[in-house]
C-alpha cells in the first residue's frame, strides 16, 4: 500500500527547496498527463490535488492571465499536502539518498525529520513513514512546516508542453503578482513551484 501510494505521488508531485527545491532528481520519470478535475477555467488540477482555499483567487487570476497571454490553461499537480503526504513523499526521498537537508528551506524542519528516518529505517519502511509522520504532524501542530505546502500557501504547475516563452510568461505574470516561482523543470517531475506566502 505505501508503495503503491508513493508511486502515484511521484507522477502527481515533486519538492521544491531554494524556497523549497529538490534538485538532482533521479531517473526522469514523465509526468502523469491523465485525466484531470476541473479548476477555474483557466486552471485544471490532476486527480485529488486540493487548491489552498486561501489562495485560490490569486490562482485563478494568475491562471486567467495566463490564459489570456498564452490561450493555454494551466495544470496543477500539487497542492495542499497532508502531514502523511509529505512523509510518504520526503521518505521516497531519503530512501533514494537525497540530501532533504540541502534541499529544503527549513532546515531544522528537515533535519528532523532525516533523523527520524536515521532512527526507524532498520525497522521496516511501514515504521520509517510512521516516523516520519509523527514529526511532520508535531511540527505542523507547532506552526513548523518542512513544506509550504503543508502551510497552504503552495501550488505546483505543470511545465511540461509550455514552450520558453510560455515559460517565460508564466513567471513573470507571477512575479508580478507577489508569487515566488522555484524552477523544478529539471526534476523527474517537472513543474514550477508557486509559493504563495512567504
Not at 478535475?37 to 483567487?57: H, K, L, M, W
Not at 534541499?103 to 515504521?127: C, F, H, I, L, M
Not at 505543470?158 to 510560455?166: F, I, M
Amino acid at each position: 500500500m505505501v508503495g503503491r501510494s508513493i508511486t502515484l505521488l511521484w507522477a502527481l508531485a515533486g519538492e521544491p527547496s531554494t524556497g523549497e527545491a529538490a534538485p538532482g532528481e533521479a531517473a526522469p520519470v514523465v509526468e502523469a498527463a491523465g485525466p484531470e478535475e476541473a479548476g477555474s477555467g483557466d486552471y485544471s488540477r490532476a486527480p485529488g490535488v486540493e487548491v489552498p482555499p486561501a489562495i485560490e483567487p490569486r490562482l485563478a487570476e494568475l491562471a486567467a492571465a495566463f490564459r489570456r497571454a498564452t490561450g493555454k490553461a494551466l495544470v496543477i499537480t500539487d497542492g495542499t499536502r497532508r502531514p502523511e503526504v509529505q512523509a510518504e513523499l520526503m521518505l521516497r526521498n531519503l530512501e533514494r539518498g537525497d540530501d532533504v537537508v540541502r534541499n529544503y528551506a527549513n532546515k531544522s524542519a528537515a533535519k528532523a525529520v532525516a533523523e527520524a528516518y536515521a532512527q526507524a529505517r532498520e525497522a521496516g519502511q511501514a515504521a520509517a513513514l510512521a516516523a516520519l509522520t509523527a514529526v511532520i504532524r508535531a511540527q505542523v501542530a507547532a506552526g513548523d512546516y518542512v513544506s509550504k505546502h503543508l502551510r497552504e500557501g503552495a501550488v505546483d504547475v505543470r511545465c511540461l508542453g509550455l514552450d520558453r516563452r510560455e515559460r517565460a510568461i508564466l513567471k513573470k505574470l507571477a512575479k508580478t503578482r507577489g508569487i515566488a516561482v522555484v524552477d523544478e523543470s529539471r526534476t523527474s517531475t517537472p513543474h514550477y513551484h508557486l509559493n504563495f506566502v512567504r
